[in-house]
T-cell receptor, first 115, second 112 residues
Framework: DAGVIQSPRHEVTEMGQEVTLRCKPI?????LFWYRQTMMRGLELLIY????????DSGMPEDRFSAKMPNASFSTLKIQPSEPRDSAVYFC?????????????FGPGTRLTVL | DAKTTQPNSMESNEEEPVHLPCNHS???????IHWYRQLPSQGPEYVIH???SNVNNRMASLAIAEDRKSSTLILHRATLRDAAVYYC?????????????FGQGTELSVKP
């Protein structure tokens, strides 16, 4: 298995532009998580899905952020409009089940820079 | 999720054992203890987890105190590749969300 796949790996954009980050979870995993990592705030959970349904989006910073999971093999995180403070590394992770002992598998991340 | 406390940083010499401590004095009986690590410029990766008994796997060992208020991740022979930030995380067995709440972790440096 190729693991969790994220694209693009790097994104540089200008303030005000729309940004879309993509994630393909490991086949057979039914839960997907989006995290953001910055020096100031560390790793923080933004939103997660179970069976393609958003379960907890309390970490989404504001309405500029939205996430979708149209099917079991694809998810997007969109920022519109983007701002410089959105610059961070965004990680996607998937898990084979919701049991608390299951390990999460993380993707390599997308490094976003908003100028 | 209950909170954990870890030292900000630790140093080790290559090929020596490393003991990474974690305090979780408010742990509940249904909390699993998970360890993840994050190598430079990579996503976090799972290391090990346990509930009550000590655990061993190919990467590390996890020693859990009898009262479960603390645990220690043991790397038996540190290599340069083990230089990373190590996170100790508690997850409730009833937390059907599966989400991880990361603290600041311990940054481990390994000297050749």
């Amino acid at each position: 298995d190729a693991g969790v796949i994220q694209s693009p790996r790097h994104e540089v954009t200008e303030m005000g532009q729309e940004v879309t980050l993509r994630c393909k979870p490991i086949s057979g995993h039914n839960s997907l998580f989006w995290y953001r990592q910055t020096m100031m705030r560390g790793l923080e959970l933004l939103i997660y899905f179970n069976n393609n349904v958003p379960i907890d989006d309390s970490g989404m910073p504001e309405d500029r952020f939205s996430a979708k999971m149209p099917n079991a093999s694809f998810s997007t995180l969109k920022i519109q409009p983007s701002e410089p403070r959105d610059s961070a590394v965004y990680f996607c992770a998937s898990i084979p089940g919701l049991a608390a002992y299951n390990e999460q598998f993380f993707g390599p991340g997308t490094r976003l820079t908003v100028l | 999720d209950a909170k954990t406390t870890q030292p900000n940083s630790m140093e080790s010499n290559e090929e020596e054992p490393v003991h990474l401590p974690c305090n979780h004095s408010t742990i509940s009986g249904t909390d699993y203890i998970h360890w993840y690590r994050q190598l430079p410029s990579q996503g976090p990766e799972y290391v090990i987890h346990g509930l009550t008994s000590n655990v061993n796997n190919r990467m590390a060992s996890l020693a859990i105190a009898e009262d479960r208020k603390s645990s220690t991740l043991i790397l038996h022979r540190a290599t340069l590749r083990d230089a990373a930030v190590y996170y100790c995380i508690l997850r409730d067995v009833y937390n059907q969300g599966g989400k991880l709440i990361f603290g600041q972790g311990t940054e481990l440096s390994v000297k050749p």
